[in-house]
């Protein structure tokens, strides 16, 4: 299986078809196999929606003529379409109204770039960096931490960015949606999210 896409975004829907948070491919098979979750596939202008067994012999037959944009992984004897929204058959949870201070949610708000350098990184060689450091009271908060490589956050210590003369390429806030959710609806592969985002599109 391809971890790529084993990690790729899926939009999930509560019992009443309001999105409620992007979680992986891995966690949304999970959900799928254990009957709490069925997915929502967008086919000729409808969505339909699919058990997880319905799902697999979807997929066999999408296999066949793969369509531009579809992703699939390899399972036990088949090759299984990776779903791009699923809904929670047994959850009833509304839409969270603020968003989760995280570093999967900040590295996603900072587009996986660090604020000094300005160069793209993986993830593992990213870091979180206090803007105005802890020891000089600097707050733990969306508005004074960014994403940071490693070098320039070896670079630029415990101090501020004046201290350090080094330049901020943007300052740090608060967003207003799930940066997972608006940085995935630019990609056309989540066109179909659009319909269920309509605060977000």
């Known amino acids: ?89 047994r959850f009833d949870r509304m839409p969270m109204q603020t968003v989760r201070f995280n570093r999967k949610n900040l590295f996603a708000r900072d587009e996986h770039t660090c604020q000094y350098c300005g160069k793209d990184y993986p993830t593992h060689k990213l870091s979180l960096d206090h803007v105005v450091p802890r020891s000089q009271g600097g707050p733990t908060t969306w508005e004074n931490i960014v994403a940071c490589c490693l070098r320039c956050n070896s670079r630029k210590g415990g101090r501020t960015p004046k201290q350090a003369g080094m330049k901020l390429r943007t300052k740090p806030a608060k967003p207003r949606f799930n940066p997972l959710v608006t940085h995935s609806v630019n990609d056309p592969r989540y066109d179909c999210w659009k319909t269920f985002l309509p605060a977000a599109g």
């Open 1 to 89: 299986m391809s971890q790529s896409l084993l990690d790729s975004h899926v939009l999930i829907l509560n019992r009443f078809y309001m999105a409620i948070r992007v979680v992986d491919v891995r966690r949304t098979l999970t959900l799928l196999y254990r009957q709490c979750a069925e997915v929502i596939s967008h086919e000729a202008g409808q969505f339909i929606s699919y058990d997880f067994d319905s799902w697999c012999e979807m997929s066999q037959l999408n296999a066949i003529e793969k369509q531009p944009g579809d992703d699939f992984i390899q399972a036990v004897g088949f090759e299984m379409q990776v779903p791009r929204i699923a809904r929670l058959t």
